[in-house]
């Protein structure tokens, strides 16, 4: 019987091992596949079908295709049903590109448990060293796209291998960094901060630190498609209009794409860079994915930019505090964040984050040093002005150890930086000690 | 360094949207939006959707608020946008109500939401996921 080919249309959840894709129901370039056509060799092939298509299109080489038609169950009758045993995919697991990198949250068992090695004090020198690095690092890659380079894949490692490094250290000096923002250098230090954000929370669900690093590459990748938008929109002041925003969408697609294209890729950034705002009610982009088919670094780095985007503000307003921006997580659990990762964001940020300008009940205005990982409520907070508004002496309060009769020093808001003429820029700058406001000789004292 | 002439956007700190608070329904001209209400004052709400808002024109705004007795039910209040931050992630939009001809028995109906959900916001750290 001479072989016939042809191509039959087939829902991707009867696909099985051995069939020979040729087709699907949207153009390739739109997908993760490099190959325009290929023979499914394992079940994270069919995954990443499930997770991109609703059907497609086999190539058939048999004189009747018809048979597929029928219903799979009533052929599967009898002996030959018991030995060919399709393997379903799980559907609660993120596919993935790659095959040998999983991307999946710690299992209970394998949680790794973190705790600061170094004082944040200590900490925050080396750390604004490595923040400005990374970040003219990061302009050196974006700017490196916009000529046409590829995307330096070293230089990110490098980046990122510093600041997990850091974090590992202590988890409050880079958070302290992330706080500030500077409207004219927007891409460069929201990716950086995204990538320190996504690895703070990774360090907080317990990975290991080679996921740890994954996380934070995607988190610094994650906009990279950016670089390929056209400077006058991506730097446009003011709004954008419906096709400029149209358009700065495409970042997510651009950025596979970027991603794709340099030999020594990294499957979980490309998920992250193309799937980042899809959502877990399906109205994301570019594919409105469903929940379980969002990759899960994708989710996790997806908490983070939220976060740092709402908290920036790239042009049109004030930033807004923390609190804001958890608030719409909050709300949004479950529609756009998936829930479960939502809520540890909530927990992994805290409502008094490092570096947080707030204003005690009392009146005084102080800046928050640590978290307190066992109160949230409860930080270290060094206090700059009384309750007046009026600069005082420095001293540093740990609230968790205040008598609970004292309310007044207990945290009523957060403000947002430069509030009161309170600007963090300028304690970062000096390190965090404690400055003697005494008319005399001026003095400072490292915290202890 | 000390700027006493610095003060706050918000004169009121808005609460948080509970469970039983409903998507907002703002109206204009010529279209209808839904979009997550985030956090609430009498005099304003914090909303937040994937859609883009128009920035110009007439808005009415219309929401619920639940508890076990009853539903506070809020219909085409005029509003205007003072507040948008519009993301790749989502916008955010800050709304004022306008409370200068509104009828006394809408502007309770505002007073009650808020205090409902003034008593219904978790003491201990506003998620309800933190112990003092």
């Known amino acids: 019987m001479a072989d016939i080919k042809g191509e039959l249309k087939i829902s991707v959840g009867r696909l099985e091992l051995g069939m020979h894709v040729i087709r699907l129901d949207r153009p390739w370039e739109e997908t993760d596949f490099l190959m325009q056509g290929f023979v499914i060799h394992n079940s994270d092939t069919i995954e990443a079908l499930a997770r991109q298509c609703e059907f497609v299109f086999i190539e058939t080489t048999t004189h009747d295709t018809t048979e597929y038609k029928t219903d799979r169950r009533k052929q599967k009758q009898g002996l030959f049903a018991r030995t060919s045993k399709r393997k379903t995919p799980t559907p609660n697991r993120a596919p993935t590109l790659s095959t040998e990198d999983p991307q999946s949250p710690p299992p209970e068992s394998r949680k790794v448990t973190y705790t600061n090695k170094i004082s944040t004090e200590a900490e925050l020198p080396r750390a604004r060293d490595s923040y400005s690095s990374a970040k003219t690092s990061v302009k050196n890659i974006m700017d490196g796209i916009r000529i046409g380079r590829a995307v330096d894949m070293n230089g990110a490692r490098e980046v990122v291998d510093d600041i997990v490094e850091g974090l590992l250290r202590n988890k409050d000096a880079l958070a302290w960094l992330t706080k500030i923002k500077n409207k004219d250098e927007y891409t460069a230090e929201h990716s950086l901060n995204v990538s320190i954000l996504s690895a703070t929370f990774a360090r907080h669900l317990g990975h290991s630190e080679i996921d740890i690093k994954k996380i934070a590459l995607g988190g610094l990748l994650h906009d990279v498609g950016k670089a390929s938008i056209p400077d006058e929109i991506l730097n446009k002041e003011g709004r954008f209009n419906d096709e400029e925003y149209e358009i700065m969408k495409r970042h997510t697609v651009l950025g596979r794409n970027l991603l794709m294209s340099v030999p020594n890729k990294d499957y979980s950034s490309i998920d992250i860079a193309h799937c980042h705002h899809e959502r877990v009610d399906g109205r994301g982009y570019p594919r409105q994915l469903k929940a379980h088919q969002i990759p899960y670094f994708a989710k996790v780095v997806g908490l983070a930019d939220a976060y740092d985007a709402i908290t920036s503000s790239r042009c049109y307003d004030n930033a807004r505090a923390s609190m804001e921006a958890l608030d719409i997580i909050y709300k949004c659990k479950g529609v756009q964040f998936d829930e479960k990762l939502a809520l540890e964001f909530i927990k992994c940020i805290g409502i008094y984050p490092p570096g947080s300008i707030v204003e005690l009940k009392g009146g005084e205005v102080g800046i928050v040093i640590n978290s307190n990982d066992k109160n949230k409520l409860k930080p270290k907070v060094l206090l700059v002005l009384d309750n007046n508004k009026k600069l005082t002496q420095e001293k540093v309060v740990d609230l968790s150890k205040t008598l609970p009769e004292k309310t007044g020093l207990d945290i009523k808001r957060e403000l947002t930086n430069g509030s009161f003429g309170i600007y963090l820029e300028e304690y970062i700058q000096r390190g965090l000690t404690i400055k003697r406001t005494t008319p005399s000789a001026p003095q400072q004292k490292t915290l202890q | ?132």
């Open chain 2, 1 to 132: 360094m000390t700027d006493t002439n610095y003060s706050e956007q918000r004169s009121q700190p808005r609460h948080l949207c509970n469970d039983q608070f409903s998507n907002s329904t703002l109206e204009t001209d010529d279209a209808t939006y839904q979009l997550q209400s985030i956090n609430f004052h009498h005099q304003g709400i914090g909303l937040f959707g994937p859609e883009r808002l128009p920035t110009t024109g007439n808005y009415a705004i219309s929401f619920s608020c639940q508890d076990e007795d009853s539903t506070l039910q809020i219909e085409q209040l005029a509003c205007i946008l003072i507040y948008s931050n519009e993301t790749e992630v989502g916008n955010q939009y800050g709304v004022r109500f306008n409370l200068d001809h509104i009828d006394q028995e809408a502007l309770s109906k505002l007073l009650d939401i808020e205090k409902r959900l003034k008593n219904s916001e978790d003491s201990n750290g506003r998620y309800g996921l933190f112990q003092n």
